[in-house]
């Protein structure tokens, strides 16, 4: 099975409930951030970005909030379907360097 | 496209062993990378590179070393194995990095055990 995650916090919600995940980042530098999903077995999956100049950008069910003052990121999924339980990543990028700086992860299960 | 793509998809070696983890990409990335992913952690930046011929290290190189001799590949090469060094693989592209990071593909990873 799967061994990414057993000790992730985890987020619980119900099958249509709207889910919000949020991540604190480490750097005020960072000037690009990133969503990433994974299911059990798999790589990474991009979800949806937001660079710095922005503080909201929403795509296809979600939504991700940028606030810069306290260095917090969320993300928002309408309407969760079981086809969203999935660990969650946040990712930052710091301005002029090469490298993405992963989270520990968030694990959403969603029941029906 | 196939994507990224990463052979094996699991190993057992025993301590002190050498090998070489595959990956290739036909996206034409610039940007490769690769991580470790350890239970109840995100994944940790072990090299990148931004081009051919160009590599450097991340927040974990020790015990590794890569190369970049085409855009396609970029081989991840354990020296002398460590069960330290057991862990989840995953090889990253994208079309750039640095000050204009883009978003980066993952392979489906390679799953390694070392006794």
């Known amino acids: 099975g799967e061994s990414v995650g057993l000790h992730l916090p985890t987020l619980s919600v119900q099958e249509g409930d709207n889910s919000i995940i949020n991540c604190a980042y480490s750097n005020s530098a960072s000037d690009y951030f990133i969503w990433y999903k994974q299911e059990s077995g798999k790589g990474p999956q991009f979800i949806i970005d937001i660079r710095s100049n922005m503080d909201k950008r929403q795509g296809q069910r979600v939504t991700v909030l940028l606030n810069k003052t306290v260095k917090h990121l969320s993300l928002q999924i309408a309407a969760t379907q079981p086809g969203d339980s999935a660990v969650y990543f946040c990712a930052e990028n710091m301005a002029g360097y090469n490298k993405l700086i992963f989270g520990a992860g968030t694990r959403l299960a969603v029941h029906p | 496209n196939a994507g990224v793509t990463q052979t094996p998809k699991f190993q057992v070696l025993k301590t002190g062993q050498s090998m070489t983890l595959q990956c290739a990409q036909d996206?034409?990335?610039?940007?490769m990378s690769w991580y470790r992913q350890d239970p109840g952690m995100g994944l940790r930046l072990i090299h990148y590179s931004v081009g051919a011929g160009i590599t450097d290290q991340g927040e974990v190189p020790n015990g590794y070393n890569v190369s970049r001799s085409t855009t396609e590949d970029f081989p991840l090469r354990l020296l002398s194995a460590a069960p330290s060094q057991t862990s989840v693989y995953f090889c990253?592209?994208?079309?750039?990095?640095?000050?204009?990071?883009?978003?980066?593909?993952f392979g489906p990873g390679t799953r390694l055990l070392v006794l």
């Open positions: 996206m034409n990335h610039e940007y």
């Open positions: 990253a592209s994208s079309t750039r990095g640095g000050k204009y990071q883009e978003t980066q593909y």
